[in-house]
């Protein structure tokens, strides 16, 4: 299986920046995606981008976030400026599914990383 590992999750305070790093075990070819978790309610998606760089954040995270990759690195990242309370969650990054050389592999989800912003 595909594993994916989370780095740079930590506290900050309102206001500060955290950058969230994601690094896969094989070549990236799927749409690369961050979501969040916080207490008590369901994941919900902050960010996708697609092999060529084509990214979308959701509008909560609008002007503060941005989302990359890198395909040699086999990496994503999520840049997270401007920080809120409200941005206190569990981050998973997600790899969605693929075929290399004729292997499957499916989706794919990291362990998460914790971001807690204080006011």
Not at 19 to 42: E, H, N
Not at 83 to 109: F, H, M, R
Request: some cysteine; aromatic content about 8%; glycine content about 10%.
């Amino acid at each position: 299986q595909v594993q994916l590992v989370e780095s740079g999750g930590g506290s900050a305070q309102a206001g500060g920046s955290l950058t969230l790093s994601c690094a896969a075990s094989i070549d990236v070819f799927s749409i690369m995606a961050w979501y969040r978790q916080a207490p008590g309610k369901q994941r919900e998606l902050v960010a996708t981008i697609n092999r060529d760089g084509a990214a979308y954040v959701v509008d909560s995270v609008k002007g503060r976030f941005t989302i990359s990759r890198d395909n040699i690195k086999r990496t994503a990242t999520l840049q997270m400026d401007h920080l809120l309370p409200e941005d206190t969650a569990v981050y998973y990054c997600n790899l969605g599914k693929q075929a290399i050389n004729g292997k499957w592999y499916e989706e794919s989800w990291g362990q998460g990383t914790q971001v807690t912003v204080s006011s």
